[in-house]
């Protein structure tokens, strides 16, 4: 498995970006149940079946020590007056509503200005299927 790394933006070569907040968490551990194999996969497959991966940002005092992940059917990005919050709901049925910058999101691709993505299985089953669709009489 190769690692995710992060590199300086402003580089005319990439150059890893060692001071990154998330360096040490990709590279060594996101969290204390996962490797960081563990957890891109969990998020890769979120984002694939679902149209998005989302972990909660962990926090000692104001530096981000670990990443968990958030249930993705149970996660929706939702907009309060124009202020994007995530409400969550935990497998034990614990409702949350967290901050947009306490929340790792990766997003899946999407049309226009929407706050959560498409999973791709889901699109491509519906795209293949509608040719079938509209020739049943």
């Not at 360096?23 to 149209?51: H, K, W, Y």
């Amino acid at each position: 498995t190769l690692p995710l790394n992060t590199y300086l933006d402003d580089a005319t070569l990439p150059v890893l970006d060692r001071g990154n907040e998330y360096d040490l968490i990709f590279r060594v551990s996101p969290n204390i149940d996962q490797t960081p194999t563990e957890f891109l996969e969990a998020m890769v497959g979120a984002r694939f079946l679902c149209g998005n991966g989302y972990a909660e940002k962990l926090y000692s005092g104001k530096r981000l020590v670990g990443l968990q992940i958030l249930p993705p059917l149970n996660t929706v990005p939702v907009r309060d007056r124009g202020r994007l919050i995530y409400r969550t709901t935990s497998v034990e049925g614990r409702q949350r509503e967290l901050e947009r910058d306490k929340v790792f999101h990766l997003k899946g691709f999407s049309f226009g200005d929407t706050d959560f993505g498409l999973s791709p299985i889901a699109y491509g089953a519906n795209a293949l299927g509608s040719p079938s669709a509209a020739g049943a009489k």
